[in-house]
């Protein structure tokens, strides 16, 4: 009997044990997002941008902004403000911060800090160093909480504060995680000066305001990242710096336009997307490579590879180019859609494979099968052309052919508007053909064979 109890109240033990930890997992398995908004509220934003001025807009931006988080879960929110509470002149008030706003959910403080920030009147300076170090005091002590700061501002630090060390100082503390900055109407100049302090945002228009507060909330709340893999033939994420799009799935339409990078750490760069839509990637490599219908799951980091194994190919004349400097055109292997047009003493990135080469010489020259292997370079070097003056006296019409002794090929025409021309011509004996505009009968027709050497200049008359 005793044996029985005691083991129905070990299995009980058991059993609220278990359902403690269960509890504490979920609790850390969802933490609570609490996010500082400090609003600048100085007398800058009086400011003329877009269609009225920068406060007007802000308000109605950020009211809009406000609406849309107010059934977000596991978010708290909070308001401070700076450079609202005493006029600038005669002396900056250095420490016009206040909280407005204190801590709580979403969906009791949406409403709260919309009414608090429609109410403002800009009127002083700008304490951004100041409003930072304050933080400690906004965020209060909580064992599951994610700390975020997003910095909404037209200007720069005006109090002699250094806000850059203020943020890696309170970041190394674990007040809060690394800041988001959004400029508004700012020099794009000043994107270094606050890139030290967070992650900047620069909002060059009201119609992208928006749009970078939800970008900012979807990085913040969700933690969702992506990175771009671009594969070389070994299957290593080492291909990069070219530019790529993501287009919404299935259609034209652009969300996002990256140019890929390693990041100092030698890894593909993290990005932040959407991820309550599907998106097609095309990354603009020659020839281009795409990968649609992707999903972004939320909450986690997204590894998106693509083949994108590349080489080089280098166009060089093998002598002086003179004026003339020939243009190529380059199509995948027996195809004829044009990939590229490649000038001369210019290195172009490829897709590994192989390539038709046509060279826009006189004559043309084709170069069947020119293989681009991973990460080296192919060089192709053609002889420098040389220049022929054709002197005619007189309008006319002839042709130039390529002429080895047994086979006659036509290479162009005259311009028959001009009475003196400058053909230029790769290497070789060639033959010209003419007749003056006057001259009614065949027997008229002059004929002139000629060399060209590579580099040269040489000067026919055809009279």
């Not at 969802?30 to 800058?44: E, G, K, T, V």
Request: glycine share 6%; net charge positive.
């Amino acid at each position: 009997m005793n044996f029985t109890f005691k083991k129905s109240k070990s299995k009980i033990y058991f059993s609220v044990f278990y359902l403690i930890f269960s509890i504490h997992q979920v609790s850390l398995a969802q933490p609570i997002n609490r996010i500082l908004f400090i609003f600048d509220d100085s007398y800058s934003m009086y400011g003329p941008w877009n269609s009225n001025i920068k406060i007007e807009v802000a308000k109605k931006v950020m009211g809009n902004f406000l609406d849309s988080l107010k059934n977000t879960p596991n978010l708290e929110l909070a308001l401070r403000c700076y450079g609202h509470t005493t006029f600038f002149k005669p002396e900056r008030n250095c420490k016009d911060s206040k909280l407005e706003v204190a801590f709580a959910d979403a969906k009791t403080n949406s409403q709260k800090i919309k009414q608090r920030i429609q109410k403002l009147e800009p009127l002083g300076t700008t304490p951004i160093a100041y409003s930072l170090a304050e933080c400690i005091n906004d965020f209060t002590p909580c064992g599951n909480c994610r700390n975020i700061v997003i910095l909404i501002t037209d200007g720069i630090e005006e109090c002699n504060g250094n806000p850059c060390q203020v943020s890696i100082d309170l970041q190394k503390k674990g007040i809060f995680l690394r800041p988001f900055v959004i400029g508004v109407g700012l020099d794009v100049k000043f994107a270094d000066i606050f890139g030290c302090m967070g992650k900047f945002y620069d909002v060059s228009n009201e119609a992208n305001f928006e749009d970078v507060l939800k970008l900012v909330i979807t990085e913040a709340i969700t933690q969702t990242t992506i990175q771009v893999d671009l594969l070389d033939i070994y299957k290593k994420p080492t291909e990069t710096d070219v530019d790529m799009t993501f287009y919404e799935a299935g259609t034209n339409k652009i969300k996002y336009n990256y140019l890929h990078t390693i990041n100092h750490r030698g890894n593909p760069d993290t990005l932040v997307l959407d991820p309550d839509i599907k998106y097609d990637l095309v990354v603009h490599t020659i020839p281009p490579v795409e990968k649609k219908n992707i999903s972004i799951i939320k909450g986690k980091h997204n590894v998106i590879p693509l083949d994108a194994p590349q080489g080089f190919l280098k166009l060089d004349l093998d002598g002086s180019a003179g004026k003339y400097n020939p243009t190529t055109i380059i199509r995948k292997g027996s195809e004829m859609k044009t990939l590229n047009v490649q000038e001369f003493s210019k290195t172009e990135k490829y897709i590994v494979g192989k390539y038709d080469l046509e060279i826009l010489t006189l004559p043309r020259i084709l170069l069947k099968d020119v293989e681009i292997k991973q990460s080296s370079t192919n060089y192709i070097k053609i002889p420098a052309s040389g220049s022929v003056l054709f002197s005619k006296q007189t309008n006319g019409f002839g042709s130039i052919y390529l002429d080895d002794g047994k086979t006659v090929t036509w290479v162009c025409n005259f311009n028959n508007a001009l009475q003196n021309e400058i053909i230029y011509l790769q290497p070789g004996k060639y033959k010209v053909v003419f007749r003056a505009e006057f001259a009614k009968e065949n027997l008229k027709t002059i004929e002139r064979n000629f060399e060209v050497k590579a580099g040269s200049t040489l000067a026919l008359k055809l009279f």
